[in-house]
């Protein structure tokens, strides 16, 4: 049985020795609070579930945090982690690991759900949960159970099914710059991922056989964790590779960007001369006519929409895979990387008048 006493005015220790376990002490403010713990503690050793407590109350999630940074962080391909970093840290960092509990991450979502989408949300409360299983199963600093198991995620939002509307392909090869335009063109004809497409380097591309090998960002793999993905290259991405000059710098194809931050700008750039902008009239948004003038635009007051992103030329082009009634869905998927069916069709919109012809 437990034993508890007093250290000092306000102070109560409750102490818990079991043989087979480690002895378990802890000072507790009021008598209550420390016979509640022994009774925790006791239970799980009853129930041969304890797990020690020790580390994981000295250290703070800002501390968990700072060791995923430097250790984990790098070996990472996405740079969305650092964003769900920062958050968790600036809410939820002071707490020691053993304090965070289902309702403090529960509250911790609803507070979240008021300025960031729920995709950011359940996004950064998986990477919580990562964090608190990584620091238990190699750090030393293991929780009796996860409290994000508890936690309900919030619901995914819908799937983007945007595809290239009008003449807006058009638009963007007649106004963009060169080195613009061969990249617009190959993302079409390959169906790659914008940072596939900045990583590929010469010595990748077989012209004869008319391969391309996708290696992932800084060769790291690819997105599915594949070490490598062998692309076919149509003869129009053959053509395209052709008209690209080589650079000495790194043997990169699209040498002009570094990564997807500094594409960016490029790419608003080319939206705003090619006027990929709509208008809204009488309810419905408009793709803004080629003869509009920027006073014209001003003088609009309803607002405008800019929706394009360079990752709907991967929806275009995965969709455009399955139009030529050529591949089936695993040739189409081994093309695309896309790892599962599911995930396949959640990027291919299929057109209904197109599928209409085939049935006569």
């Known amino acids: 049985m437990a034993t508890i006493r007093k250290r000092g005015e306000l102070q109560w220790q409750a102490i818990v020795k079991r043989k087979g376990f480690p002895g378990q002490s802890k000072t507790w403010n009021t008598r209550k609070e420390a016979e509640a713990w022994a009774r ?59 304090a965070l509990s289902s309702k403090l991450i529960t509250d911790y979502r609803k507070k979240r759900l008021v300025s960031v989408s729920a995709d950011t949300v359940r996004k950064e409360i998986n990477l919580l949960s990562k964090l608190i299983d990584l620091a238990g199963k190699e750090w030393g600093m293991p929780l009796p159970s996860n409290p994000c198991a508890m936690v309900s995620r919030p619901a995914a939002g819908k799937a983007r099914e945007r595809r290239l509307e009008g003449d807006e392909l058009e638009r963007l090869l007649a106004k963009c710059e060169p080195h613009m335009q061969a990249l617009i063109q190959f993302a079409i004809e390959t169906a790659a991922r914008l940072g596939e497409l900045l990583s590929v380097k010469w010595v990748d591309v077989d012209l004869k056989r008319r391969v391309m090998i996708v290696r992932g960002i800084d060769e790291r793999g690819t997105k599915n964790d594949d070490a490598f993905r062998a692309v076919p290259l149509s003869s129009a991405a053959i053509e395209v590779l052709k008209a690209i000059p080589r650079s000495i710098k790194d043997g990169r194809v699209f040498y002009q960007w570094k990564a997807a931050d500094s594409f960016n700008k490029s790419w608003t750039r080319a939206k705003t001369r090619a006027q990929i902008q709509y208008l809204k009239d009488e309810g419905k948004w408009h793709l803004i006519p080629m003869e509009y003038s920027q006073a014209d635009i001003d003088r609009h ?11 709907d030329l991967r929806h275009e082009a995965t ?18 990387g896309h790892k599962t069916l599911q995930m396949l069709k959640r990027y291919t919109h299929l057109r209904a008048e197109d599928l209409a012809k085939k049935l006569g």
């Not at 503690?41 to 109350?57: A, K, L, N, P, T």
């Open 40 to 98: 925790q503690i006791e239970s799980e050793m009853d129930r041969g579930v304890f797990v020690s407590r020790v580390e994981s109350e000295r250290v703070t999630l800002a501390e968990i945090i700072e060791r995923y940074r430097e250790d984990e962080l790098p070996k990472k391909r996405g740079k969305g982690f650092g964003p769900a970093l920062n958050a968790l840290e600036s809410r939820l960092g002071k707490y020691s690991l053993a």
């Open 301 to 311: 007051v309803d607002g405008f929409l800019s929706d394009m992103r360079f990752h």
């Open 319 to 336: 969709s455009r895979l399955f139009e030529k009634n050529v591949f089936d869905s695993m040739e189409v998927a081994s093309i695309t």
